[in-house]
């Protein structure tokens, strides 16, 4: 499964993006979805997670109450709110063939997007 993230750009800080991840020649039908995130000279983080059955969803402490991960048949969104400095990362997707789990570690996940470079701007 390949996926494809985009969405991302240069922000002020209190402002707002919507990332999106979409497989290639496939639906999300029976995948879990999570969108991590990389800083420079850190580690890759999680930062959402949502489940296939149900669309439960789950949240990094640093984003709960700003960001929001949704779904559609076709495609897995991040919707950014309130973006800070230190928002500022490439953020990944990963997807893992799943009906009813949700996972936060990164090596739940077995496909990965390439992704997609987000700046806050103070």
């Known amino acids: 499964v390949q996926l494809q993230a985009s969405g991302g750009g240069l922000v002020q800080a209190g402002g707002s993006l919507r990332l999106s991840c979409a497989p290639s020649?496939?639906?999300?039908?029976?995948?879990?979805v999570g969108w991590f995130r990389q800083a420079p000279g850190q580690e890759r983080d999680f930062v959402a997670a949502?489940?296939?059955?149900?669309?439960s969803t789950h949240y990094a402490d640093s984003v709960l109450g700003r960001f929001t991960i949704s779904r559609d048949l076709n495609t897995v969104y991040l919707q950014m709110n309130n973006l800070k400095p230190e928002d500022t990362a490439i953020y990944y997707c990963?997807?893992?063939?799943?009906?009813?789990?949700?996972?936060?570690?990164?090596?739940?996940?077995?496909?990965w997007g390439q992704g997609t470079l987000v700046t806050v701007s103070s």
């Open positions: 990963a997807a893992v063939r799943s009906y009813n789990g949700i996972y936060f570690e990164q090596g739940d996940y077995d496909y």
């Open positions: 020649g496939r639906t999300f039908s029976n995948y879990a």
């Open positions: 949502i489940r296939w059955a149900g669309a």
